[in-house]
């Protein structure tokens, strides 16, 4: 260990973030490897540690020979100032080296907010923060993960993007790197060959040109870039690596427990919703992988808590068979099974029955709209029956507390829609009297709502975001429909919500406006910590640039959106046969029961959709 670090450490809240050691880990010989790559998450080792997608793609690096994969998290802000005392890089957690001496800086972006850090990591490794100023081949900096689908407003920074599902991806990109370290290649080349393998976004071999009012005009692809850039996907994921033997952290995390993936996808086809759309087409694990594969990762970390993972949990077909396989192994040793997002209109005893054998979870639900209209205006198909029947079969059962997440802002969304929600939370505390078995502990009822963000690749990609002082006016009237001490009204606060609606509908143009923040200081900006409004617009004025034209702009169907170039399967022409039936309050059906023809099953190359 370094001595400035073992200085520093006593200093410092939770020092067994930055020490590295845990059990797991992966260590090599770096004279035996060609490559080392820095695998860069943009927020703290608890936030890190936690993502199963980073330790998927940390085990899939590591498993090419010639390669080794460290991991790289942000200090916090004690740690962070400590470093610059002493004049500490930023370093790899498993061989303490500091990232000047790796050939790869790979980010896993999941979030917008997290831009700024993204920018701080490379400064602290010591690189030119913009590509262009990188003109060697190494280090090469890249970037994945769900925020890359709208790339531009990190087009300078980083050298190339990986859209999609990275198992693959990733190790083909390495691959070629390889090659290109070998043979000698320049960095031109080596991006000119890299945007040839499928799902590479290279942003320099593109030229975009706007219109005087500011949108953009064209995007031209040049040196044999692809017009459009298709993300890639895993078709089998029972074959795709799953790490049974995940690194166990040396401090408590968000999520201590062993994740298991169930399936990609979802069935549903929320409009407001980016993430059932960018992860089609469904694709899901047998139950008998999965029970192998959480036994053997349970066995292996001493985890005492599996939770089952999916953008809607409850829709996997097989999870009664999936839970009694489980529950064989985890229930003699108290192992807690968890299943986050359940839906209203699927929650059965049976599957109550089986979670609360070893401990009850709480019982948290999306119901994203205040009435039945709006719900069928952005096709979130749960009724206000289906909410109760599922409230008075978890009251029946024993729980006593309940968690109704909500958005405000959503297209077509009245005063009257958000006064519905006071009044579901009034009838579900009715429910609690009706058919709770042990009324003594009384009850709670949390009622949350955030603001909703158009994101790009989902039919509302073209909305408007509602301005900050009517989503607090709407705040407000909410706050004065609730009259019961037993519910709980929390609300996500809506500045983070403008910064984050202008960067997910971002173009290059942007660049600049992320440099400036990050001079004045910006980073974790996911934290409140650290999150500085103002900051953020006065950046966007010294630019010429408005959060209006970005966030509460309705853009025309016709308008190219600055993320064109990337295709996520999902044809344009549903996702606007989509929005025009919010305005209609038609609602599409499941791809269970119907397929909707959405695209994506082109990108199975002869598999087939789980929906």
């Known amino acids: 260990m370094d001595k400035r670090l073992e200085r520093i450490l006593p200093r410092v809240q939770k020092p067994a973030r930055y020490t590295g050691g845990e059990y797991n880990q992966i260590i090599k010989d770096k004279q035996k490897v060609d490559l080392r790559v820095a695998f860069c998450f943009p927020d703290t080792y608890e936030i890190g540690m936690s993502n199963l997608g980073m ?299 089986k979670l609360q054998k070893v401990r009850k979870s709480g019982l948290t639900f999306a119901v994203e709209g205040g009435s039945q209209r709006l719900r069928d205006a952005i096709n979130k198909n749960v009724t206000e029956g289906d909410l109760l029947h599922t409230c008075a079969i978890a009251f029946a059962g024993g729980w006593n507390s309940v968690k109704l997440y909500y958005m405000l802002g959503l297209p077509t969304e009245t005063d009257e829609d958000i006064v519905g929600i006071a009044d579901m939370a009034g009838r579900i505390l009715h429910c609690w009297r009706e058919n709770a078995k042990n009324k003594n502990r009384g009850v709670k009822i949390t009622v949350s709502t955030s603001c909703f963000i158009p994101k790009p690749h989902s039919p509302f990609q073209w909305e408007p975001q509602i301005t900050r002082e009517e989503y607090l006016r709407r705040v407000n009237l909410l706050r004065a429909s609730i009259n019961s001490r037993s519910v709980v009204y929390n609300w996500h606060d809506a500045d983070t919500s403008v910064v984050e609606a202008v960067l997910s509908r971002g173009d290059r143009r942007l660049g600049p406006v992320l440099e400036e923040v990050w001079k004045n200081g910006g980073r974790l900006e996911a934290w409140s910590d650290y999150f500085r409004f103002d900051r953020w617009m006065n950046a966007l004025d010294k630019f010429g640039l408005t959060a209006a034209f970005y966030a509460e702009r309705e853009r025309s169907v016709e308008e190219v959106l600055p993320w064109d170039m990337i295709d996520v399967g999902v044809r344009k022409a549903h996702l606007v046969k989509e929005r025009e039936r919010c305005y209609s309050s038609t609602l599409s059906p499941d791809c269970r029961h119907q397929c909707s023809a959405c695209g994506a099953l082109r990108l199975m190359e002869g598999g087939k959709c789980d929906g």
Not at 246 to 259: F, G
């Open 55 to 353: 330790s998927i793609l940390y085990h899939t690096m590591n498993s090419l020979p010639y390669v080794w994969c460290e991991r790289v998290f942000a200090p916090w802000g004690d740690m962070y100032e400590e470093m610059k005392k002493a004049e500490l890089p930023l370093y790899a957690l498993e061989s303490g080296d500091s990232l000047d001496q790796f050939d790869v800086l790979a980010f896993s972006i999941g979030y917008e907010m997290a831009y700024t850090t993204v920018l701080d990591m490379i400064d602290q490794a010591g690189l030119p923060l913009r590509s262009a100023e990188r003109t060697a081949l190494l280090p090469l900096v890249f970037a994945g993960g769900s925020a890359a689908v709208n790339a531009e407003p990190m087009a300078d920074f980083l050298d190339l993007f990986v859209i999609g599902e990275g198992e693959e991806m990733n190790n083909d990109l390495l691959a070629l790197l390889h090659t290109a370290k070998t043979e000698g290649w320049d960095k031109p080349e080596f991006l000119r060959r890299a945007a040839q393998i499928g799902g590479v976004y290279v942003p320099s071999l593109y030229d975009i040109a706007y219109h005087p009012d500011g949108t953009v005009a064209s995007i031209t692809p040049r040196d044999g870039a692809p017009e459009r850039v298709t993300k890639r996907i895993v078709v089998d994921l029972d074959s795709a690596p799953y790490p049974v033997n995940p690194v166990v952290p040396s401090t408590e995390v968000v999520h201590d427990r062993v994740n298991l993936e169930l399936f990609r996808g979802c069935v549903r086809g929320c409009r407001f919703c980016q993430a059932g759309y960018i992860y089609r087409p469904i694709r899901a694990k047998k139950p008998e992988t999965l029970v192998k594969q959480g036994i053997e990762a349970l066995k292996n970390t001493g985890h005492e808590d599996v939770t089952l993972l999916s953008l809607s949990t409850s829709d996997y077909r097989p999870l009664p068979a999936l839970c009694d396989g489980l529950l064989d192994y985890c229930e003699s040793r108290s192992i807690g099974l968890s299943l986050p997002s359940l839906r209203a209109d699927n929650f059965s005893m049976e599957i109550m029955e």
